[in-house]
């Protein structure tokens, strides 16, 4: 117990958890600060002062000592205890002061607001243990059955106070700050008689002693187990979760052994004592992890025993501390006489990150489970022919476990305490798994068939209560780059009878990007900020969810962006404006309206990048090209999953019946046997006899499948064109897709000059799709034989690009390497199209992964023009900016292929901690 007066305990009990609050508030104020008032600003200076001015003393103190070779001294504790519960008690009195209730939760941290009672109860608990262990003289056998008996004492008295002295009070003004002393009071003195019996207890080394295995038969067996039982819900269902999910069964496990090793008593023989102290160093993680979640709630331990009769389990885990950490200290005195002293401390240390060494391990194998099956379906080659097989047992395994840690009601019992953001930081890099993207892995990997929603791109909605009622343009020649910048002003009214949304769509031709935009905000001109497309979107949902003003532009299909402005209220007028970075005169579509813009006569030339990846034809070159017709080869997408085995036979006959109507080429067919994976082979009797003996791996990822057929077509030119056709093993419903169909589809069927036709054959019919919009039938008596006429450009020598056979300008891509490094000048036309030619690279090239969707943000934040990553975004206020900011600096350091959520999930916050809305309670009550 001793050891407690070590000065070092200072700087780990008291230095650090300050040091921790000062930086976590820091960050919150960064956000938050632009929405504060002076008062408030002023007041968290004067908090942040003090606590920084009691931090130096009390490190300087411990530095004193360290040097000195001394003990902490018993007021060190007295006055950490003076200073800190006004400091705290006062924080948490004002704190709708320092952060008002205007101030949008959103931009904050979970639990926020109990960051000073989490981290400044650990030094506070330290002082209490310098207070105690001062108390106990050195050898003293103390008196714990008296001190046990006056700390049971303070409740019971407390009870007879509110029972029976408390009713007569009526008509006595006493001060409100009156009882906050004697409530703050009785409990330090209350759990410094408590301490201190127990460790005069615990001082006692005797393994016959009655009361030394009374006490650990409580404290480390009885106490921990009853508690999990009554936190699960087993016991009456009682606790229901109050302290989160503590119901896995390894806390049970590990509460059972920890109690045995706790319990067993302390050998005299050397090895048996070091195999002891391994193993009690090893529970004492799992004891500090108790001791730490439980820590805050000590204030509350005597009113629950008042009000509840079972407090002295919130208790627990201190003494639980108290009685293992001193255990731990006599092992290695004792065994300081058989090895030396550094070698057990480095022992003790390593023991103790084993049990977090072992959930970090998960977690880090976890977070390579799902890695790998993100990367299959986002972010790797569609054509390479030997992918990389996925665990799907430890798929599911991790899909199981995110979901668990999803917190659907917002109470803590949704997460385990500490342990679920960290499962968050390491295995979804602080973002979540959207429901969506686990029901399609859980569908392409392990073959279940979920009803989870899909919001779908190309379902767009449409709002027709805002009137969009004027669109003027003003077009300026940038000498310079050599292109036009031309702005497109808005001016829109609501004539609905509420609050409303402004939702516009538009089309760009080839060549035309949107590079800057405004949004009139209460009569100023608020300039937009280009960001990260995922978090801009995040930050937008929330910003409308509390009725305030931001616009979004971005892309939500090949050359179509939608802008969004909220809110308009009822017959409100508001302007907005986008400006258009375009080479020549073009038009635009702006909700089915055509507008003109630029000046001057068309380009009659093409236009090369300086790097000679991507050039652009305009419409006038383009009609000067000779139209061709491309030799089809027919892609038949057949189901080679095992719910379809039985199917295999029929299909096989729709195929030859097709093949028999339309006359098509053996050699101009190739099968591909679709499942999780696709394997392609030529179409033959080796192929029937694949197709029929091939063994299903997981769902029908469709959307693989036509992947594939796309990026083989258009990562060079070729003389065929490739006619995909899904041959359906079953009757479809309206508007059925077969398989796993993802977004973006159509962003990589773009480069097919034939257009993105495909074809579903379901043996009656053949229906006429388009990638664009998969859902809608276009053509319902289809003929895949017809040629599609498609414009050649060359070189005179060989094919450079087939185009499509229309009057808009093209872009092609004439070489998919991307150097690295590459810096964009900024609204340069020709750097914007070097950009929109790595955008086309990396669609056909998705194995560049998250590194190359960096490189593709950063070169869009250079050239300060919008691509389908980015967005532009007009903020009302710098807080929403630095809420955006803060935002996207999380999801840029993340995995692509995940999702930007609400700070509820993913977070590094503090675990749920809505039983501590108990002492603001008590505040309020003692206000009245």
Request: aromatic fraction near 10%.
């Amino acid at each position: 117990m001793r050891n407690s007066l070590s000065p070092y305990g200072i700087l780990i009990a008291h230095t650090l958890p300050a040091a921790l609050l000062l930086f976590l508030y820091g960050s919150m104020l960064a956000v938050i600060r632009p929405l504060l008032s002076v008062e408030s600003v002023e007041l968290w200076m004067n908090y942040g002062f003090a606590l920084v001015g009691i931090t130096i003393l009390a490190t300087t103190y411990a530095v004193i000592r360290i040097r000195s070779h001394g003990r902490i001294h018993w007021l060190y504790g007295a006055f950490t205890f003076l200073v800190l519960v006004p400091l705290l008690w006062g924080f948490m009195e004002q704190y709708r002061s320092l952060v008002p209730w205007d101030v949008p939760r959103w931009m904050m941290p979970q639990d926020g607001e109990f960051y000073a009672i989490r981290l400044l109860s650990i030094p506070l608990a330290h002082a209490m243990f310098v207070v105690v262990a001062a108390s106990l003289p050195r050898g003293a056998r103390g008196k714990p059955l008296r001190d046990l008996l006056i700390a049971l004492s303070i409740p019971l008295a407390s009870y007879l106070f509110v029972q029976v002295v408390e009713p007569w009070r009526i008509g006595i003004d006493m001060e409100r700050h009156v009882w906050v002393v004697m409530m703050v009071t009785l409990v330090v003195v209350f759990l410094f008689f408590l301490f201190r019996g127990v460790a005069a207890i615990a001082l006692r080394t005797s393994p016959r002693d009655g009361w030394l295995m009374v006490q650990r038969f409580l404290v480390a067996l009885l106490f921990p187990l009853v508690g999990l039982l009554l936190n699960n819900g087993v016991l009456e269902n009682v606790g229901n979760g109050a302290f989160g999910d503590l119901g896995h069964w390894g806390f049970y496990t590990v509460a059972l052994l920890n109690g045995l090793v706790v319990f067993w008593g302390s050998s005299t023989d050397p090895r048996t004592r070091f195999v002891q102290f391994i193993l009690r160093a090893i529970g004492f993680s799992y004891v500090l992890y108790f001791f730490v979640l439980f820590l805050p709630f000590l204030p509350l331990s005597i009113v629950a025993i008042i009000a509840v009769g079972l407090g002295f389990l919130l208790l627990a885990p201190i003494l639980l501390f108290l009685v293992q950490g001193m255990q731990l200290l006599n092992d290695i005195r004792f065994l300081r006489a058989h090895w030396p002293a550094g070698r057990l401390v480095a022992m003790l240390l390593l023991c103790m990150l084993v049990l977090p060494g072992i959930i970090t391990a998960r977690n880090i194998r976890h977070k390579h489970v799902l890695d790998e099956a993100l990367a299959h379906v986002y972010q790797s080659d569609p054509t390479e022919q030997d992918a990389t097989r996925i665990d799907v047992g430890s798929l599911a395994s991790v899909l199981d476990h995110i979901r668990n840690n999803r917190d659907r009601g917002g109470w803590a019992q949704e997460h385990t305490p500490f342990l679920t953001p960290w499962y968050n930081y390491i295995v979804l890099d602080n973002l979540t798994l959207g429901e969506e993207k686990m029901a399609d892995l859980e569908r392409i990997f392990i073959g279940h068939v979920s009803d989870a929603p899909r919001n779908l791109r190309w379902w767009v909605p449409r709002n027709d209560e805002v009137r969009l009622d004027s669109v003027t343009t003003r077009s300026m020649y940038d000498a310079g780059h050599q292109a036009w910048r031309t702005w497109v002003d808005l001016e829109m009214t609501n004539t609905g009878m509420s609050q409303s949304e402004f939702v516009a769509h538009i089309s760009l031709p080839p060549g035309a990007w949107i590079s800057d935009e405004y949004l009139m905000i209460d009569g100023r001109e608020v300039k937009g900020i280009l960001a990260e497309k995922k978090a801009a979107t995040w930050v937008y949902q929330q910003i409308v969810n509390i009725r305030r003003d931001p616009s979004i532009t971005r892309y939500i299909g090949p050359e179509h962006v939608q802008l969004r402005v909220f809110p308009f209220a009822q017959q409100e007028i508001r302007h907005a404006g986008f400006e258009v970075l375009h080479k020549e005169p073009v038009c635009i579509t702006l909700n089915d309206e055509d507008i003109s813009i630029g000046e001057g006569p068309p380009l009659q030339e093409a236009v090369l990048t300086r790097d000679g990846s991507t050039v652009y034809i305009p419409s006038a070159v383009k009609d000067t090209l000779p139209v061709v017709e491309r030799k089809a080869m027919y892609h038949l997408l057949v189901d080679g999953t095992e719910a379809q085995r039985g199917q295999r036979d029929q299909v096989l006959q729709r195929v030859e019946r097709m093949m028999q109507e339309d006359l098509l080429d053996p050699g101009e067919v190739v099968l591909h046997i679709v499942d999780a994976y696709t394997t392609t082979v030529p179409w033959n009797e080796d192929a029937a006899h694949a197709f029929l003996h091939h063994a299903g791996n997981g769902g029908l990822f469709m959307d693989r499948a036509v992947r594939k057929v796309i990026t083989a077509a258009c990562k060079s030119p070729s003389a065929t064109r490739p006619v995909i056709i899904l041959m359906s093993s079953q009757g479809l419903q309206a508007g059925e897709l077969p398989g796993v169909w993802l977004e973006g589809l159509d962003d990589l069927a773009a480069c097919l000059p034939e257009g993105d036709s495909f074809f579903v054959h379901d043996g009656t019919t053949t229906e006429q799709r388009s990638l664009s919009d998969p859902i809608k039938v276009l053509v319902t008596n289809a003929s895949i034989t017809d040629p599609v006429p498609v414009k050649l450009w060359s070189d005179g020598t060989q094919a450079n690009a087939y185009l499509r056979a229309d009057s808009s300008a093209s872009i092609a891509l004439l070489s998919t390497a991307t150097p690295p490094g590459t810096a964009f000048a900024q609204r340069d036309w020709n750097d914007a199209l070097a950009l929109e030619g790595r955008w086309r690279a990396h669609l056909l090239h998705p194995e560049g992964g998250t590194l190359a969707w960096r490189e593709l943000v950063r070169g869009s934040f250079q050239a300060q023009v919008l691509t389908p990553l980015t967005a532009w975004m007009c903020l009302e206020n710098d807080a929403q900016r630095n809420a955006l900011l803060k935002k996207q600096e999380e999801v840029l350091n993340a995995n692509a292929a995940l999702d930007a959520s609400n700070e509820d999930i993913t977070t590094m916050s503090e675990p749920g901690m809505w039983w501590l809305v108990i002492p603001l309670l008590i505040i309020l009550l003692m206000r009245r």
